[in-house]
């Protein structure tokens, strides 16, 4: 069931909630076009109204060879509060280099390229987090305490990079509420 759907800066969002395992397909994408060139740090942000009190926030991650996702400055606030950060670890800036406040499911099903890991490189705050899944996809979740009803802006910032001239394909950043 759709929840939500938002254009932004010509890239398509879709928002759902939907019950999820590690075999079922993607969620609802954000696509990145094809390039060989590396791609901008671009911001996104959509409003969520809660029907349960603990949604869980999930990013998809799915690449090409010569290529990977970074994701940095995540945030949900709530529409009547937004001086109050609902994640843990929401700019993965824990020193440890580690995804405190974070999970990262399907791991297993991304065979091809690195996992999802924080890196301190081409971020846009001192840490991102980093996934280059050329085969399979696989999920960065956080459940935040939500009162039903309430609107929840839920923003981050994501690039795509692409660090060789050969090869091709697409990079794709999915998102969802669980």
Sequence with gaps: MYVNH???????????????????????????VNGTTNGTWLPYSF??????TSPTLMFGFAS??????ALDNVSVVDTANSS????????????TLN????TIMCSSSCT?????????TNCLADNCFRSECTTGHEYL???????VGHTYNIS???????????????????VGIL
Excluded: D, H
Aim: proline share 4%.
């Design 47 to 52: 409003n969520y109204t809660a029907n349960e």
């Design 84 to 95: 109050v950060e609902l994640l843990v670890n929401p700019n993965f800036a824990n020193l």
């Design 112 to 120: 091809g390229g690195t996992g999802g890991t924080i890196i301190t």
């Design 6 to 32: 938002l254009k932004v800066s010509l890239i398509y969002i879709k928002i759902f909630t939907i019950a999820y395992n590690c075999t079922a397909p993607e969620l609802a994408s954000i696509p990145y």
């Design 141 to 147: 979740v956080q459940s935040f305490p939500a009162t």
């Design 64 to 69: 090409a060879n010569f290529m990977y996702l």
């Design 156 to 174: 981050f910032w994501s690039q795509r990079v692409k660090y060789s001239t050969t090869g091709s394909g697409t990079a794709t950043l999915y």
């Design 99 to 102: 995804l405190t406040g974070w």
